[in-house]
Nanobody, 121 residues
Framework: QVQLVESGGGLVQPGGSLRLSCAASGSIFNINHMAWYRQAPGQQRELVAAVTSGGSTNSADSVRGRFFISRDNAKNTVYLQMNSLKPEDTAVYYC???????????????WGQGTQVTVSS
């Protein structure tokens, strides 16, 4: 069993910053891919940023240069540093981890419970 716990969401004014965290615990052998998605009301869930096991990152055009993803393998945690926030960044943010629970298990995808980020004055 694997659990993901997200934290760091909240209400922030335009131009402000927030840092999201997603910590994984339970039966984890290794974590391959870590990513953040978001879903605004009435919109489809979209990829915000991702980081591979080797540390390579990619991000959506809408957040590039403002949002930065990082991972701490020792803590099984992925972070999303969000700067220069805009009202259009308002959404529920979800982390997604692709991992193995044992040396012989296939890669499986796990989602966090979501954390609300609201950007408003």
């Amino acid at each position: 069993q694997v659990q993901l716990v997200e934290s760091g969401g909240g209400l922030v004014q335009p131009g402000g910053s927030l840092r999201l965290s997603c910590a994984a615990s339970g039966s984890i052998f290794n974590i391959n891919h870590m990513a953040w998605y978001r879903q605004a009301p009435g919109q489809q869930r979209e990829l915000v940023a991702a980081v591979t096991s080797g540390g390579s990152t990619n991000s959506a055009d809408s957040v590039r240069g403002r949002f930065f993803i990082s991972r701490d393998n020792a803590k099984n945690t992925v972070y999303l540093q969000m700067n220069s926030l805009k009202p259009e960044d308002t959404a529920v943010y979800y982390c997604r981890l692709v991992l193995r629970t044992s040396v012989v298990s296939p890669l499986s995808s796990y989602w966090g419970q979501g954390t609300q980020v609201t950007v408003s004055s």
